[in-house]
């Protein structure tokens, strides 16, 4: 199965007065999560039961750009920082709180609620991680989303246009048009890659499908 990425984005201005440092001690307590190969990565392994190897989860920290976290001295794991990415403040503008249910790392049962980013947002946040690195799985997460999103790319493009004023929707719009002008483009072919099919058809089926699926939504921009 491989493992499982969480990106945990850090509301900064909210996690003041030491705030950062006491939840990152509270999950280093449980010593569940080691340091991954990034200086921003938790992992933990996880045994689902099923007689099959462990789950790898990633829980990645990100924060936006424009903020600074205040250090904590000493520092509570050496090396250890949080990433700075791009549009990352976008995840606060509209946030939705769903209910996640299914058992501790201990088998007990549990439901949670958990903020997580809206769709909307999510691909405002994934527009721009595609213009700044090479990773497959983000042109796969938005023609996914497009694809799959309930209320269609019609209201998804109507949404973008009512905030189309703002700076990170205007460049993230910008990029689409740019990694995804033809199905040869850095954008389709992502999707390609990320499926890797060594089927020379489907991988022109894949291209195309990830082209018209973005040229829906920048068609009714």
């Known amino acids: 199965m491989g493992s499982i990425d969480v990106d945990w984005a850090l509301d900064a201005a909210r996690l003041s007065e030491g705030k950062y440092a006491e939840l990152l001690k509270q999950l280093l307590n449980t010593r569940r999560y ?16 099923d007689g099959e190897p462990s789950v790898r989860v990633d829980v990645e920290f990100l924060a936006p750009k424009e903020v600074k976290l205040k250090k904590n001295r000493p520092k509570l794991l050496q090396g250890f920082r949080v990433l700075q990415a791009d549009a990352c403040g976008v995840a606060f503008r509209s946030p939705v709180t769903v209910e996640v249910e299914g058992l501790t790392l201990l088998g007990a049962k549990n439901k949670v609620r958990v903020r997580v980013a809206s769709i909307l947002d999510f691909l405002i946040m994934k527009a721009h991680a595609i213009a700044g690195r090479d990773k497959p799985k983000d042109a796969y997460d938005l023609c996914y989303c497009l694809d799959h ?58 291209a195309r499908r990830a082209f018209e699926l973005v040229q829906s939504l920048l068609s009714l921009l």
């Not at 990034?38 to 933990?44: E, G, N, R, Y």
């Not at 389709?188 to 499926?195: A, G, I």
């Open 34 to 49: 080691r340091p991954g190969e990034k200086p921003f990565q938790l992992v933990a392994d996880v045994d689902l039961g």
């Open 149 to 206: 999103f309930p209320g269609g790319v019609e209201e998804l493009a109507s949404a973008l246009r009512q905030r189309g004023e703002e700076a990170d929707v205007e460049r993230a719009i910008q990029m689409l048009r740019e990694k995804f002008a033809s199905p040869s483009d850095f954008g389709p072919l992502q999707v390609v890659e990320f499926f890797n099919s060594s089927d020379s058809e489907r991988r022109t089926m894949e």
